[in-house]
């Protein structure tokens, strides 16, 4: 059987190394792997193989894949597949879940906790020369995370360890989904979107962990952001187009919000004359809280426990649902 590996990406980290190509030839002696890393060679490959690892795949593509049976995403979002096309042929898809759920969550808090004890002011003053010990007051004035009411939008794998890392810092989380009858972990009320509004009013930080949807397009748009609690947080670690981002520059600008974090925003990389860029009390990392150095190595693990299962015919794991998306 030909397995096309082909993760062509702008971002470095996220294409899978020669290195764990090599490594699945030598578990896998028996199938062919095409690494494909050329559009020649992709399209060569696409024309061949039963089953693709890839991160993307347009139906144009699709078209030119006659023997493709099985698709694995190396993400977990698998929104730059042809879903629908895929479905309608049969092709199955998986995606590379619970790879990513501790580096996210370890992120968010780093930018809760960064927030509330107001680092990026200290940084600023930092390199300012400036000992500002009797600045830290009113507004400025530091805020543990304990005791503070979380919402977390999204309870999948990651919003799930959000969800379980709130609890572990004594804070009460509220976590909402699209159906609360599947619940969550331990210790958390589940809400169901009917809900979201009034969670997001009570809320002291929110954290986006939710894929993107038709539903959830600018699920955070003007009126929302309007809800949020006077000196909430907003982190995003889901995808840019779930905010609007003038109305939560406009939030921080009036200090509406005491504080945003974004690993992601609707155009990537963020141009240079984004407003993003200087709105206070706004930290921005660049779409990195899922980078880890040993990420390849579970990555690559999860595609090959599911290949050994397709090789046997048990159910492959992290399957896709086209209606969701997800």
């Not at 397009?217 to 000196?231: H, I, P, Q």
Request: aromatic share 6%; with cysteine.
């Amino acid at each position: 059987m030909t397995v096309l590996v082909s993760v062509p990406h702008a971002v470095v980290p996220w294409r899978m190394p020669a290195a764990q190509v090599d490594r699945l030839r030598q578990a896998f002696p028996h199938h062919e792997f095409v690494h494909a890393l050329t559009p020649e060679s992709r399209e060569e490959g696409l024309a061949r193989c039963e089953v693709a690892c890839t991160w993307l795949l347009s139906a144009e593509e699709l078209a030119g894949a006659p023997h493709l049976r099985w698709v694995h995403t190396s993400a977990v979002a698998a929104g730059t597949l042809c879903l629908e096309a895929l479905a309608a042929r049969g092709v199955a898809v998986t995606n590379t879940r619970g790879v990513q759920d501790t580096p996210i969550a370890e992120h968010v808090f780093a930018l809760l906790l960064a927030l509330g004890h107001r680092l990026p002011f200290a940084f600023d003053r930092q390199r300012a020369r400036s000992w500002a010990q009797n600045e830290f007051v009113g507004d400025l004035a530091p805020v543990p995370l304990r005791g503070l009411e979380l919402a977390v939008i999204g309870l999948g794998a990651i919003g799930s360890t959000i969800a379980r890392m709130g609890r572990a810092f004594g804070m009460q989380v509220t976590g909402v989904r699209r159906r609360p009858e599947e619940g969550g972990p331990d210790g958390i009320a589940v809400r169901g979107v009917d809900a979201l509004d009034a969670v997001v009013a009570a809320a002291d930080a929110i954290v986006l962990a939710a894929p993107l949807t038709a539903e959830t397009e600018t699920l955070f748009d003007a009126a929302r952001v309007g809800r949020m609690k006077r000196g909430a947080w907003l982190v995003n670690i889901s995808r840019g187009q779930l905010v609007d981002e003038a109305a939560l520059v406009a939030a921080l600008s009036s200090g509406a919000l005491g504080g945003a974090a974004l690993d992601v925003v609707r155009q990537e990389p963020l141009p240079p004359d984004s407003p993003l860029w200087q709105a206070p009390n706004l930290i921005l990392t660049p779409h990195t809280a899922g980078f880890r150095r040993d990420h390849w190595d579970d990555a690559a693990a999860v595609f090959a426990d599911n290949l050994r299962r397709w090789d046997r015919g048990e159910p492959l794991r992290w399957l896709v649902d086209p209606a969701r998306g997800y």
